[in-house]
Structures are given as structure tokens and as C-alpha cells.
């Protein structure tokens, strides 16, 4: 049942109105504007439609309309004036402050019912289309959500798979992606972006820890080895970049467009490019290496540099601080090493905050391992006991 509020400071007219839709609705009655203001503001329950004199006492109808139409709690009520003022510039303002409808006295009550009921009808249309609009919001919503999920759940697999592996403690991918985002914060802060959105940070970073994807494709035996590399091992291991291009020109047509696939293919193509043109596998040079790989390359030599690899011991921050610094405009962009060098604090503390979550981490791995044997055990006793028991 919809409920009315009627504001009338004539009586009469008041009780008539009240007669007129207390079968079909819940009505209130009102008889000056200030009450009426009172009881809507303390209302949980709103009316959905208000009859308004024009000629109410206390504030004036329009300032009462005003204050509806203004206040978020009510602006959805429908208001329907009576007035009998027959200027049409009275009605006009009705409409511009958000009146519904103007009904001319003398009211004549039967054409006052089937106005308002045609209102009433409107807004139950009005109320359906908006639940629709909330549902389609609502299952937007929960598909956005649903493929952010998935993209989280790929970029886990994948950096997992990798870490499995090349042998490594399962942080080189996230560790070169936290670094790359201290740095490129820097770097965006001081207005060097090369046209990279500042809404596009979380989803660079989160394409950077896909870089060294390309290595599910190199052989064990290389990835693995302990000692220097023979040339062809290099060339091998040089191909983890292609292998990942590779792979992503493939199913880039699915998604054409897509900044997280542009960003993926930069990063894992050229992060091994040198600033002087001595890298793999383009061979390319200066600005002519993307952005986003000229920034991870930092990140991802500084990483490598102070962690504990099969063929070398970890080195310090200050030692890694030095030989990137020294390669500035020869294996690095210089802007980047700036931007590095102003960070340096930050990337030192999260570093130091990597290594403890590593640590954690293989300790759980170890749990897990002692786990897994204790299952084993128990599992070969029942199998003891039941062929005994047969
Ligand atoms: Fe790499
Ligand atoms: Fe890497």
C-alpha cells in the first residue's frame, strides 16, 4: 500500500482529500509546512507521494518543494501541488523545483484520484526500472570481479610454475614487481610517465611479475646450472623473452587493445635490452627500449644481484646501489637510475621485507614437506595393517 502525505492548512479540504484515498493508501495529514518538514526529517518510512497547497501556512510551498527535492533522504517523493492560482508562471516554477504534477482548484476530487493514481503508477514503473538497473549493476559487478579474480589466479599459476621451475625461492617476480613500483611511483611523481595513466600503476605492476614467464620454455638443465653458461646454454636462456612474446602475439587477438597485454608483451620482450644496444633479443637502444622495460630492467638486475642464485652468493644493497648506479646510461636508462637512486631507502626496506616473507616462506614449504612424509608414513602403516588383517 503506498503512503500519502497530504499538507493543506484549510481543514476542510484536508479531511475531504484524506477521505478521498484513505481506502486505498496509507495517509498522513498535514496542516502547515513546517510539521510537515518535521515528520518527514524524523521518518524512516518516507511517503511515496506528498499533495502540497500552494497556499500553506508557515514556510511557503515552494520552499517546502525546494527542501525536498534538495535533500537526498526524499528527493525521490512525488509531489503533487493544488493551487488556486491560475498564473502560469506559478505553475512553471512548480515544475522547475520538481513538482509532478499542478492540479487548478477547485479540486475537483475524482480527477485529484485518478492524477494521483497515474503519479502512483509511474513511480511503481520508475521503482521496477531502477531494481533493474541495480541487477545489471550488480551482475556487472560480480563479472568484473569475477575476471580480476581470474587474472589474479593465472598470474599466481604462472609465476608459481616458475618459480618451481628455475629453482628459485617463488619471490623473484613479485619482489622485481615491488621494486618496479617504487621506482615508477618516483618516476610518475616527478612527471616522468611517457604517457603511462596514473589508474594503470596497479595493472603495470601486475603484468611486471608475468616478465620472466618465457622460462617455462627453457630447458632444466640451464635454467638449473650451476656455473657459467656455454654459448649455446645462453642463447637458450636468452629465449625466455621470445618464448613469451611469442606466446602472447598468439593469443593476442582475443583481446585487442588490452593495456595489460601491451604492458605483459613490453616487459617480457625487452627487459633484457641494454640502453647502449647490447642487449637481447632486439638489440634495442636508448628510447627505443619500451618504458615500462627500460624501469623493470632496474628492478629486476637489482633483484638479482642481492639474491642467492645456484651460481652466486647474494651481494649487498650498497653493492647493487654501486653497479646500478654505474651503469646508468650504459645498461640503464639514467632517468631510471635516477629515480632508483632517489628511492634507494624504500627499495632497501622492502627488500629487507622480501627476504623475511621468503624466509617464511620456505620454512612453510618445509612444513609442508614434513607433512607430506607423515602422510606418506601413515598411509604405508594402514597398507601394512590391512594385509594382515586379509
Ligand atoms: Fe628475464
Ligand atoms: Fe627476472
Known sequence: ????????????????????????????????????????????VLPDLMIIDLEIVGISAFELIGRIKGNDKMKDICVVIISGDKDTSTELEAFRLGAADFIHKPVNITLLKKRVELQLEVLGYKKQVQSHVNQLQ??????????????????????????????????????????????????????????????????????????????????DNVLRKEGKYTDEEFTQMKNHTVYASNAIERYAYLLPNNKFIVYTYQMARYHHERYDGNGYPDGLSGQNIPFLARVLAVADVYDALISKRSYKQPITHEQAYNIISQGAGIQFDPQVVSAFQRAQADIYEASRQMQAQSLAMQAEQSKQAEMHNSMLQKSKQIDQANTRVF
Open 138 to 219: 550488480q551482475n556487472v559487478n560480480f563479472h568484473a570481479q569475477n575476471s580480476l579474480r581470474l587474472e589474479y589466479f593465472l598470474i599466481g599459476m604462472i609465476t608459481d610454475l616458475i618459480s618451481v621451475k628455475d629453482g628459485f625461492t617463488g619471490m623473484h617476480s613479485i619482489a622485481v614487481s615491488k621494486y618496479m613500483g617504487i621506482i615508477l611511483k618516483d618516476m610518475m611523481m616527478s612527471g616522468i610517465n611517457y604517457g603511462i595513466a596514473p589508474e594503470d600503476y596497479e595493472l603495470i605492476l601486475l603484468s611486471a611479475q608475468l616478465h620472466d614467464m618465457g622460462k617455462i620454455g627453457v630447458p
Open 1 to 44: 500500500m503506498h503512503t500519502i502525505m497530504i499538507v493543506d492548512s484549510n481543514d476542510t479540504e484536508l479531511v475531504a482529500m484524506q477521505r478521498a484515498f484513505e481506502q486505498t493508501c496509507s495517509v498522513i495529514t498535514m496542516n502547515n509546512a513546517k510539521g510537515a518538514l518535521g515528520r518527514l526529517s524524523k521518518s524512516t
